[in-house]
């Protein structure tokens, strides 16, 4: 199973950004599916994340300019990220709950992670 992430960039302050994530491979079911940022010297954090039945949360940073979704036919998640400042600046990574096709059980997978950078 793999994550591969895509969408990253350079934009100004206040411009737009929408990053795509899907997952390819032996998958059985995707459950929660979801975004963090590491940025230069800090911890990863949580930013956006949604449940298989559409339910979001957003970390209080980027809510209300920041839009997760998934497309369960196509297995991939999506972040729109609009009013983007500077404090944005991070590298995106992707994370998904998977089973297996032979497994019961669920484990986290990563992607591979996408520059954002945001200038003023």
């Known amino acids: 199973v793999q994550l591969q992430a895509s969408g990253g960039g350079l934009v100004q302050t206040g411009g737009s950004l929408r990053l795509s994530c899907s997952a390819s491979?032996?998958?059985?079911?995707?459950?929660?599916m979801g975004w963090f940022r590491q940025a230069p010297g800090k911890q990863r954090e949580l930013i956006a994340s949604?449940?298989?039945?559409?339910?979001?949360n957003y970390a209080d940073s980027v809510k209300g300019r920041f839009g997760i979704s998934r497309d369960n036919a196509a297995n991939t998640v999506y972040l729109q990220m609009n009013s983007l400042k500077p404090a944005d600046t991070a590298v995106y990574y992707c994370t998904a709950a998977i089973r297996e096709r032979q497994w019961v059980t669920y484990r986290d997978y990563w992607g591979q992670g996408t520059q954002v950078t945001v200038s003023s």
């Open positions: 491979g032996n998958i059985g079911r995707i459950g929660g």
């Open positions: 949604i449940a298989t039945d559409g339910n979001t």
